[in-house]
């Protein structure tokens, strides 16, 4: 399937994104049912169809203008979008090999890559970047691995460590981050970052999901979806930001939600790295407006407005759109006659 990649989009300032009818197509609709509960959703990551679950990492006709928000956000703010604990170090590497035999295995006309030994040549056509290094020497690269790596990949990655039957924050880079702080989670166990989300603890899927990752084998990686709604087409949504974004909750109406509110889809698929035994944990972010889904896919939206008003409270409140859900709902009504129908799901 060819991808027409747009060259000039912007996720700030003039907010000139939007998605074209093909890519809206392609997306991984989070909402199985009418009514939402959190869940762990995990299943094996296999290629599906021709759409977001296709290839192993998904990318679109956003790449080039994500990366290119991911620099600008990582220049202007040194420090607090990349973090890595220095004994992470192999664990950076296995997730650069991971992603550079990903890429050119499932996009050859885009990346490439040849190894002699020690000696690595990739080529990023899309970025014009055409580099010589040698793995596992920091030295001949012009950022850690996994910096320079995830420059050049969409979503955010964030490496898991292994200790005493508990995965830990090790490493990550996040600049489409949904209101949280990547520097204050470096560190943090499964369940102390988990702990905020309403009755996981209780219900007993934290123990649960925890339990099936730490037996996650090499080779079989497995996905999710979550999801969560914002205001704007905004990457960058982090604590640290917060001044930035959060005044744009308070002019959200019924009139106009439907352009200004965007469905915020999370595809997180999760692989075990070789050597250093770590975890990656990607967050492939996708937005979407509620105007785009309607006119794309009014099943979709009749769906949406079901979910989102029958989603408790505490869900509402944790995942952030409180001062704008009825807004919403009140747009989304207009696309539900009531009716059941069958709601396809996009692959």
Same mark, same amino acid.
């Given at each position: 399937m060819t991808i027409h990649f747009k060259q000039h989009e912007t996720f700030r300032d003039d907010y000139s994104f939007a998605n074209s009818p093909e890519c809206v197509a392609r997306l991984p609709f989070p909402f199985p049912d009418d009514e939402y509960m959190y869940s762990m959703n995990l299943e094996p990551h296999v290629p599906v169809g021709d759409g977001a679950l296709r290839a192993a990492f998904d990318i679109d006709e956003h790449y080039i203008t994500e990366c290119r928000d991911r620099a600008i956000t990582l220049e202007r703010d040194p420090g607090m979008h990349y973090v890595a604990a220095p004994h992470m170090?192999? $664990?950076? /590497?296995?997730?650069?090999?991971?992603?550079?035999e990903s890429y050119?295995?499932?996009?050859?006309?885009?990346?490439?890559?040849?190894?002699?030994?020690?000696? /690595?040549?990739?080529v990023n056509r899309l970025l014009g970047i055409d580099d010589t290094f040698?793995?596992? #020497?920091t030295s001949?690269?012009? @950022?850690?691995p996994m910096e320079y790596i995830t420059r050049q990949a969409q979503g955010d990655w964030i490496l898991q460590e292994e200790r005493d039957a508990m995965l830990y924050w090790g490493a990550g880079i996040a600049t489409q981050r949904a209101d949280y702080s990547l520097r204050f989670n470096l560190g943090m166990s499964w369940n102390e970052f988990h702990g905020p989300v309403p009755l996981v603890k209780e219900i007993g899927m934290l123990d649960r999901a925890l339990k099936f990752l730490l037996r996650l084998r090499v080779g079989h990686p497995v996905r999710r979806l979550n999801w969560s709604l914002t205001v704007n087409p905004r990457l960058e949504v982090s604590a640290e930001s917060l001044p930035e974004w959060a005044p744009d909750r308070t002019i959200v109406t019924p009139e106009n939600?439907?352009?200004?509110?965007y469905l915020r889809i999370e595809l997180q698929p999760l692989h075990r790295l070789p050597?250093?035994?770590?975890?990656?944990?990607?967050v492939r972010t996708y937005l979407v407006s509620l105007e785009e889904i309607a006119n794309?896919?009014?099943? /979709? $939206?009749?769906?949406?407005?079901?979910?989102?008003?029958?989603?408790?409270? #505490?869900?509402? #409140? @944790?995942?952030?759109?409180?001062? @704008?859900r009825d807004a919403a709902v009140a747009w989304l009504s207009q696309f539900d006659d009531g009716r059941d129908e069958e709601v396809a799901k996009a692959e």
């Amino acid at each position: 399937m060819t991808i027409h990649f747009k060259q000039h989009e912007t996720f700030r300032d003039d907010y000139s994104f939007a998605n074209s009818p093909e890519c809206v197509a392609r997306l991984p609709f989070p909402f199985p049912d009418d009514e939402y509960m959190y869940s762990m959703n995990l299943e094996p990551h296999v290629p599906v169809g021709d759409g977001a679950l296709r290839a192993a990492f998904d990318i679109d006709e956003h790449y080039i203008t994500e990366c290119r928000d991911r620099a600008i956000t990582l220049e202007r703010d040194p420090g607090m979008h990349y973090v890595a604990a220095p004994h992470m170090m192999e $664990a950076q /590497w296995d997730l650069l090999e991971l992603i550079m035999e990903s890429y050119a295995r499932d996009y050859p006309e885009h990346f490439s890559l040849t190894r002699d030994g020690a000696r /690595w040549h990739w080529v990023n056509r899309l970025l014009g970047i055409d580099d010589t290094f040698t793995f596992g #020497d920091t030295s001949t690269l012009p @950022y850690e691995p996994m910096e320079y790596i995830t420059r050049q990949a969409q979503g955010d990655w964030i490496l898991q460590e292994e200790r005493d039957a508990m995965l830990y924050w090790g490493a990550g880079i996040a600049t489409q981050r949904a209101d949280y702080s990547l520097r204050f989670n470096l560190g943090m166990s499964w369940n102390e970052f988990h702990g905020p989300v309403p009755l996981v603890k209780e219900i007993g899927m934290l123990d649960r999901a925890l339990k099936f990752l730490l037996r996650l084998r090499v080779g079989h990686p497995v996905r999710r979806l979550n999801w969560s709604l914002t205001v704007n087409p905004r990457l960058e949504v982090s604590a640290e930001s917060l001044p930035e974004w959060a005044p744009d909750r308070t002019i959200v109406t019924p009139e106009n939600a439907g352009r200004l509110v965007y469905l915020r889809i999370e595809l997180q698929p999760l692989h075990r790295l070789p050597r250093s035994n770590a975890i990656v944990f990607p967050v492939r972010t996708y937005l979407v407006s509620l105007e785009e889904i309607a006119n794309n896919n009014p099943a /979709w $939206a009749k769906r949406m407005h079901r979910v989102l008003k029958t989603l408790k409270q #505490d869900l509402v #409140d @944790y995942k952030g759109f409180t001062r @704008y859900r009825d807004a919403a709902v009140a747009w989304l009504s207009q696309f539900d006659d009531g009716r059941d129908e069958e709601v396809a799901k996009a692959e």
